[in-house]
Structures are given as structure tokens and as C-alpha cells.
């Protein structure tokens, strides 16, 4: 009977070829989506415009939102789930009264630096972004030309939203 082990290399390279089978499968449709966003015919501009709002609304309504916030909006979806994590855990804390020891969670749900401190080491990037957030609002309120194309991002945002989720398109 042969006995086979196998080293860090052969592991390296079987995630290599996965992860090259799963990139070139995947060029055929980011190809579509590009010539889709290439490819919109119309003779007035804003009708070209509202056809592009229509076939890609969630591609303005990320690009708008990241124009309003700056670069803050990176970090909102990791708070955003780290919190629904925390909140999921209580409440399955609630549903089993008292089964499960909740002093843990609570002294870190309730702790002042909860924020920046749910994954070790992260609080560096954590403190750049938001360097990098104050620096973006200060040179957007200083500037006014930004600060209009900031608050029509925004109205642009708002706009796509409401008419993609609330009356559909």
C-alpha cells in the first residue's frame, strides 16, 4: 500500500488551478456585463442615461454611495453584520433563558471600543479609513465644485433607490 503525503506546494498549486478554472469560466460573463454597459443604444442623452440607471441600478447605487460617504461606506457593511452577529446572539441567549453565559457578550456589546475591536488587528485599518473619511469631508466641504458633485451623488443615490425598491422598474 502507498502511502501519500502531500506538501504545502501541491496544496498551492490545486488552489491555483481552482481558482484559474473559476476566473476564466467567469470572463464570458463579466464580457456580457461589459458590452450590456457598453452597448446602449438611444439617439438623446438622457435617454441613455435613464436606460443605463434601468439595466444597472445597483451599479450607480453603489458608485453614488461611495461619491456621498467617501471611503467610510467600506466599512459600514462589516459594522453592519458584525452588529447583526451580536444581536443574533442575544437573542438566541433570550430563547434559551439563561442557558448560554451572557456576561460575555454583554460586557463586550456594551464596552466603548466594541467597533473597532471585533477582529484582532484591524483596528489600524479601521483608524485609516477614518483618517481617510475626515481628510474627504474636509476637502469636499472646502471645495465647492466637490461638494455639489458629493450632493448630487446623493440625490442621484436617493433617486435610484426610491425608484428601484419602492416602485420597481
Known amino acids: 500500500m502507498l502511502s501519500r503525503t502531500l506538501n504545502w506546494q501541491t496544496a498551492v498549486l490545486q488552489l491555483v488551478v481552482l481558482a484559474s478554472l473559476w476566473f476564466f469560466s467567469s470572463i464570458p460573463g463579466i464580457a456580457f456585463y461589459v458590452y450590456g454597459a457598453l452597448t446602449i443604444s438611444s439617439t438623446r442623452p438622457w435617454s441613455i442615461a435613464e436606460s443605463y440607471l434601468i439595466s444597472h441600478p445597483y451599479s450607480v447605487l453603489c458608485c453614488s454611495t461611495v461619491v456621498f460617504l467617501g471611503p467610510i461606506s467600506f466599512v459600514l457593511p462589516v459594522i453592519i453584520l458584525q452588529d447583526t452577529c451580536i444581536h443574533v446572539c442575544f437573542n438566541i441567549i433570550h430563547l434559551f433563558h439563561g442557558y448560554i453565559s451572557v456576561w460575555n457578550r454583554a460586557r463586550?456589546?456594551?464596552?466603548?471600543?466594541?467597533?473597532?475591536?471585533?477582529?484582532?488587528?484591524?483596528?489600524?485599518i479601521f483608524a485609516w479609513l477614518e483618517w481617510l473619511a475626515a481628510t474627504y469631508n474636509t476637502w469636499t466641504t472646502e471645495h465647492k465644485p466637490l461638494l455639489v458633485i458629493r450632493i448630487c451623488a446623493a440625490i442621484l443615490g436617493i433617486y435610484v433607490a426610491f425608484s428601484e425598491f419602492y416602485f420597481g422598474w
Do not use: C, E, I, R
Open 108 to 124: 463586550y456589546y456594551y464596552s466603548s471600543n466594541n467597533a473597532m475591536d471585533f477582529v484582532p488587528g484591524l483596528g489600524g
